[in-house]
């Protein structure tokens, strides 16, 4: 995109995910041959969104999420403070660092107080980035992600890897294969009884992305960019609505409760005011409908 070259440097080659790649490295971003990498082709960003992702395990392997998220994170950023060209470091936070907000939707400066490890992780890593940022010198920007989804908007040719673990493609997965679907929970303290999330679709997250890399050009010249997004549609979507929905469109044989999930939140929805304003940017495809929508194209197409 905009002529720039694209590296991806990944444990493992996941062809539902390349598109317009220029060059793909498989490895941990720490390792030797990872670093080396990084060096040789002295990048002017990295986008940092390798980790360990789920709020559910994070609670009984913590172990797993500091090592990956918080320990590989650090080292991968004592490498970066020691180039001469130090690249700006975009990073996948998310809003689990929240934990349970006092008040919504959330908004960058409100109070952090994750209730999972790996809401914890996320909150230690942005901490990290602000204080190497500052010290050495390199642009960083921390995307709060509220509810990753959907599938390529418009030839549905990229996607979600399957067996995924968040709603949109758990219940999409079970009603393309005809099964019954598990709600996690339905006593929260919502009009529904169930989880209320803030989604948004990962072009959009993407394109959030590419306008971060042009506001550094921007800003860098004068000052290092220290800066925090949340990526959301200040709107919140229930559990019971998605799969009312997918339930309606695309079939359901059967809808049950199951018990809460440890480590979640009632509600989470996202002010997303300072990505609009500074960036520019307002999400295109993230209402509900087109995320299912998106991500069903993609599954049926496998």
């Known amino acids: 995109m905009n002529g720039d070259q694209v590296i991806s440097i990944d444990l493992v080659k996941r062809e539902h995910t390349l598109k317009d790649i ?84 959330c ?41 990753a989804a959907g599938a390529e908007p418009t030839q549905f040719d990229l996607g979600q890897e399957p067996k995924a673990t968040h709603i949109v493609a758990r219940v999409l997965e079970a009603s393309i294969a005809g099964r019954a679907f598990t709600i996690n929970g339905c006593d929260y303290d919502t009009e529904d009884g169930t989880c209320i999330r803030d989604y948004v679709h990962v072009w959009d997250i993407a394109q959030a992305h590419v306008r971060a890399a042009g506001y550094i050009d921007r800003v860098g010249e004068i000052d290092v960019v220290n800066e925090t997004f949340n990526l959301g549609t200040n709107k919140g979507v229930s559990n019971k609505e998605i799969v009312d929905y997918v339930s309606k469109k695309y079939g359901l044989p059967f809808v049950s409760y199951g018990p809460n999930r440890s480590g979640d939140p009632a509600e989470l929805i996202a002010d997303a005011t300072e990505a609009k304003e500074k960036l520019g940017w307002t999400p295109q495809f993230s209402d509900i409908n087109t995320i299912i929508d998106s991500a069903y194209k993609w599954y049926v197409r496998q």
């Open 22 to 105: 220029d060059g793909y490295f498989i490895g941990d971003v720490i390792s030797d041959a990872s670093l080396a990498t990084i060096y040789d082709l002295a990048p002017d960003v990295i986008v940092h969104c390798a980790g360990t992702s789920l709020v559910g395990p994070s609670m009984t392997n913590p172990h797993e999420y500091y090592e990956n998220n918080v320990i590989k994170t650090a080292t991968l950023l004592n490498f970066l403070s020691s180039l001469d060209k130090k690249p700006a470091v975009l990073f996948s936070s998310s809003a689990s660092v929240y934990g349970e907000p006092d008040v919504l939707p």
């Open 107 to 147: 908004k960058e400066y409100d109070d952090i107080k994750p209730i999972s490890p790996y809401g914890s992780t996320k909150a230690t890593c942005e901490l990290m980035l602000r204080d190497y940022g500052r010290a050495y010198d390199i642009d960083t920007v921390v995307f709060r992600y509220f509810n």
